[in-house]
């Protein structure tokens, strides 16, 4: 039976509105054939912010709080791990770089734990999130998917929210992921898997026509002005190099939503 890693991080201030959706539309349409295995990474101590609503989540108690992160998500039996830490939001909204990030510094404490080669599959996910569809990860051999937002914005390198959800098979995911953590932003997480990153350091700048040709190749709708536009081209093209599709889930009508309250 094929194996997926479902990682939950984040600030948890809805799981227990989400979670539901989650086994709905991702886990039970695929345990027959998949055998799941949930580790969360979660936040006990989060500084107040109005904007992400985080003050009824202060200073959580570790016992009771795990309990209810199991009542939530060990419907299964499938949880595995619960990696706990604390978070700055205040001071990391304040400094974080424009197009986020956060929330994949979030994921990456809980990689430091997980062996990727145990998985034929990945699902990043924040804890405060719900998905419209059933999701099918046999339709994710080779590529790797964004879930996108539900709505449209003004943003740098696609007009969607982009760090809900993550999806994709073991090798897609990584392609993907080794060379992000690489960008100027995370250059001091830890690199794992360095066979990618430096066939990776052997795809050149690309020039403004080859960021336009692959932006309409996977519907990015971003503008060019931006370095990060072309450093995740560039990956998208590094994919692709190798036999791997990156996708952004509005083409196929699929899209995630913030549950805040």
């Not at 345990?31 to 580790?39: D, R």
């Not at 590529?143 to 943003?155: A, D, E, L, P, Y």
Request: contains cysteine; hydrophobic residues 35%.
């Amino acid at each position: 039976m094929k194996k997926c890693l479902l990682l939950i991080s984040g600030v948890s201030r809805t799981f227990d509105k989400t979670a539901d959706n989650l086994f709905q539309n991702i886990i039970e349409p695929n345990m027959k054939n998949i055998q799941f295995e949930i580790h969360i990474c979660d936040d006990l101590n989060v500084k107040s912010t109005k904007k992400w609503n985080t003050t009824n989540i202060l200073k959580k108690n570790k016992e009771l709080h795990t309990k209810k992160l199991m009542k939530a998500y060990n419907k299964y039996n499938q949880v595995e791990n619960i990696h706990f830490w604390s978070w700055d939001g205040e001071k990391v909204s304040k400094n974080a770089p424009d197009c986020g990030g956060i929330n994949i510094k979030r994921w990456c404490v809980g990689l430091k734990h997980i062996k990727f080669e145990l998985y034929d599959y990945f699902i990043f996910i924040r804890p405060d999130v719900i998905i419209n569809k059933k999701i099918n990860l046999y339709d994710y051999k080779d590529q790797f998917s964004i879930i996108s937002g539900n709505f449209t914005r003004h943003c740098h390198w696609h007009n969607r929210d982009w760090d809900y959800i993550w999806i994709g098979d073991n090798n897609a995911f990584l392609y993907w992921l080794i060379p992000y953590l690489y960008e100027e932003r995370f250059q001091d997480l830890s690199i794992i898997y360095k066979d990618i990153l430096e066939k990776f350091k052997k795809i050149g700048k690309l020039d403004n026509d080859e960021i336009t040709k692959i932006k309409n190749m996977v519907n990015l709708k971003g503008h060019d002005n931006h370095s990060t536009v072309e450093y995740y081209c560039r990956i998208i093209k590094f994919m692709k190099l190798n036999g791997y599709d990156f996708s952004l889930s509005e083409t196929k009508g699929i899209y995630s939503t913030i549950i805040r309250n």
